[in-house]
């Protein structure tokens, strides 16, 4: 049944992707009022395809890949409903809402048939480590976003040339930027403390001396160095794209250090 | 009832009915296109007195309705008139007693005005009207003001009683088509003068304008009515720094109210001051620049990256052009602004180009609306006929239904319902087609 759900969320993700071409491009109100109640409803069960595949999983926790992807997808819908509620732009929906609808595909009609078996006791904090691992990398890719559509709307400026209407002013991308980033602080904090304190009970001392374990925490250092030098320097445009691509960069390199892991890999044959 | 005496009662409910033939449509007025200001400010009518012309209008010989537009750049006379005749002698007639109504109204010769007039009627008029409303015929197209000065004036005319069914339905339909215009295409959305482009470029940098602050440097008319349009849209605080510090607190007391702060600056703390403002309007006719590069990198240091809008009014300009560098400081000179404003224009103009397609479209649906409307009194009574011979024979089998349970009495009922109604179908549909027809000749 989970499946069913998901297919329904990636189907409204889609009727969403399209519908926020014309009303962010255009500025066409008709075809907002189809994007975000698309995107509202899209979450929605997304959020009950989710609920029912952790009840169906028990003490199996499906690591697919792309499961993990489409739970990405499910924060990234989230993170523009909230940017939404909070600037009344839909212009990043152009960008994020494709992403929530491809990163539902996969899973939705191919689902992945890998799962890791856990203690019971484990599987929600399990699930919490890694979902609050993957809001604070949206947190991070919105930030991103942000921030390259401030140096497109800044050239635009800069060069005289007419501004798309479409992007959103200046300081509303750098507040999104800055903002997704300070969601982002506690999320990765959180999410790290958590996988710690698993591994810690599980595996020993032992894991932390994985490289991708430290690389983790090194991922978080740097997160906390970008923050405080965009607030203290008052960092915007290209800088800030090039600091925010760097910790984007490092963030993938964590991630793919799965493959180099020998104790954070549950889908290894 | 029989056949006979119905095809006479349809018949004379259709000679009965106000038909396109009974009442006409007029529309009468000049506007700047055929009009000079001279010609005019004598016609126009300020909006207190909009409701006593309008009852004068309406007391006219043959008006049935009327509305009265007037604004800075047009006069117009929207009329129902009754069409007492064959339409060729009628039309002379019409436009006399209009003319006589602006004559004896404005007490302005009619040989003043009849070079200048334009007339529009039925089809033609409405069209018009869906032009005006849509700011289709404005000077500036696309303005946003003359659909509520339309708004204004129906509500006037609604008041004193001058709008009932006919021009009531044309006018709603008008303020559909302008709202759907201004939903369907861009043609309001770009700005054509100097400070609304200035102030639209401030909203691309800073989003919201409230609690911003402008520095004006220099006292000239066009930053005063820039600086306006920033306050108008939020600007909290208004700096103002003049090389005369006496007409620095004027201009600075022009803008004081109880939102806005206002703060003349000595010439002298202008480089220690201009870091407080997010937009700089420069306007003086100093021969050098005021601002340069390093002014705008050391103003950012300042503001830790917070962006600076500077807008150069200026002849010569102010502001160094190499500032525009600087990340974070935007700089526009006049040439700038004047290049946005243009292009905007120029959208306007290819957005116009939709709006009149949509225009046509309307004008063609409310034309047929208003014909098929024709028939509704006829179409009326053969339904009620119909309905009267369904309930007669089902009385008259009474008896024979008598044993029927509800569910099978309401099955019958809906099955002579739905019977009647696929009789009555051709013959609606013709009569509807018919009243077209006549009206369309």
């Known amino acids: 049944m989970s499946l069913l759900w998901l297919r329904v969320a990636v189907l409204l993700y889609g009727i969403a992707a399209l519908a926020v071409l014309p009303a962010a491009l255009y500025d066409r109100p008709r075809w907002r009022h189809i994007a975000i109640p698309a995107t509202i409803a899209g979450v929605l069960f997304h959020f009950v395809s989710l609920a029912e595949m952790l009840n169906a999983a028990h003490h199996r926790l499906p690591v697919d890949t792309h499961e993990t992807q489409s739970l990405l997808g499910l924060i990234l819908a989230l993170a523009f409903l909230m940017v939404y509620w909070r600037y009344k732009t839909v212009s990043l929906g152009v960008f994020l809402l494709p992403v929530c609808f491809l990163f539902g595909l996969v899973p939705a009609f191919h689902p992945g048939q890998e799962s890791t078996a856990f203690p019971m006791v484990h599987i929600g904090w399990i699930f919490l480590h890694v979902a609050l691992l993957l809001a604070a990398y949206a947190a991070l890719v919105l930030s991103l976003l942000a921030s390259l559509l401030y140096l497109i709307q800044e050239r635009r400026l800069k060069q005289k040339s007419p501004t798309l209407p479409w992007l959103p002013a200046l300081e509303t991308t750098d507040q999104i930027a800055q903002r997704a980033l300070l969601f982002g602080l506690p999320c990765m904090t959180a999410g790290l403390l958590i996988g710690s304190l698993i591994a810690q009970a599980t595996v020993g001392a032992s894991y932390f001396r994985d490289p991708k374990i430290l690389l983790a925490f090194a991922m978080w250092l740097v997160y906390i160095a970008m923050i405080h030098i965009r607030r203290i320097a008052g960092l915007r445009g290209r800088r800030a794209v090039y600091l925010s691509s760097f910790v984007f960069f490092l963030v993938l390199a964590v991630w793919a250090a799965n493959q180099l892991s020998a104790v954070h890999r549950f889908n290894a044959p | ?441």
């Open chain 2, 1 to 441: 009832m029989n056949q006979s005496k119905l095809q006479s009662r349809i018949q004379s409910r259709l000679q009965s009915t106000p038909a396109a033939g009974h009442v006409r449509l007029v529309l009468l007025g000049i506007n700047h296109n055929t009009a000079p200001i001279e010609v005019r400010e004598r016609l126009a009518i300020p909006s207190t007195r909009l409701a006593d012309a309008t009852r004068t209008l309406l007391h006219q010989p043959g008006i049935r309705e009327g509305l009265i537009l007037s604004t800075c750049n047009r006069v117009e006379l929207l009329t129902l008139q009754e069409d007492a005749g064959e339409a060729s002698s009628i039309q002379p007639q019409t436009k006399a007693d209009l003319l006589r109504f602006l004559h004896e109204y404005f007490a302005v010769p009619p040989i003043d005005i009849q070079p200048h007039l334009y007339e529009f009627r039925e089809r033609e008029a409405v069209r018009h009207l869906f032009r005006v409303a849509s700011s289709l015929d404005s000077m500036v197209v696309g303005e946003p003001q003359i659909l509520g000065q339309v708004k204004e004036s129906y509500t006037i005319a609604r008041e004193v009683g001058a709008v009932s069914t006919h021009l009531e339905s044309l006018l709603q339909r008008t303020f559909t088509v302008a709202k759907k215009i201004r939903s369907e295409t861009q043609i309001g959305s770009s700005s054509v003068s100097i400070a609304s482009v200035a102030v639209d470029l401030a909203r691309k940098i800073f989003g919201s304008l409230q609690g911003k602050t402008v520095l004006l440097v220099g006292a000239g008319k066009m930053s005063e009515l820039a600086a306006r349009h920033l306050i108008e849209h939020g600007a909290s605080s208004i700096l103002v720094s003049n090389r005369t510090q006496s007409r620095a607190e004027k201009l600075a007391a022009v803008f004081a109210s109880p939102t806005v702060h206002t703060e003349a600056i000595p010439f002298e703390a202008l480089y220690e001051q201009t870091p407080r403002a997010d937009i700089v309007i420069t306007s003086t006719g100093a021969p050098q620049k005021i601002f340069g590069r390093s002014h705008g990198q050391h103003f950012l240091q300042r503001r830790r990256n917070r962006p600076m809008f500077f807008i150069d009014i200026a002849v010569p300009r102010d502001v160094d052009p190499r500032m525009n560098k600087v990340e974070g400081c935007f700089v526009y000179d006049i040439d700038d602004l004047q290049q946005a404003a243009a292009a905007n224009l120029a959208d306007r103009s290819r957005e116009a180009a939709a709006a009149e397609t949509i225009v046509s479209r309307e004008v063609d649906k409310y034309h047929e609306r208003l014909q098929s409307r024709d028939a509704v009194p006829a179409i009326k009574v053969l339904q009620q006929q119909a309905e009267a011979i369904r309930e007669t024979e089902l009385a008259r089998s009474q008896s024979k239904l008598a044993g029927l349970t509800p569910q099978q009495r309401e099955a019958v009922e809906s099955l002579t319902r739905s019977l009647t109604a696929k009789l009555l179908h051709p013959q609606l549909t013709a009569l509807r087609e018919s009243t077209r027809s006549k009206n369309t000749e």
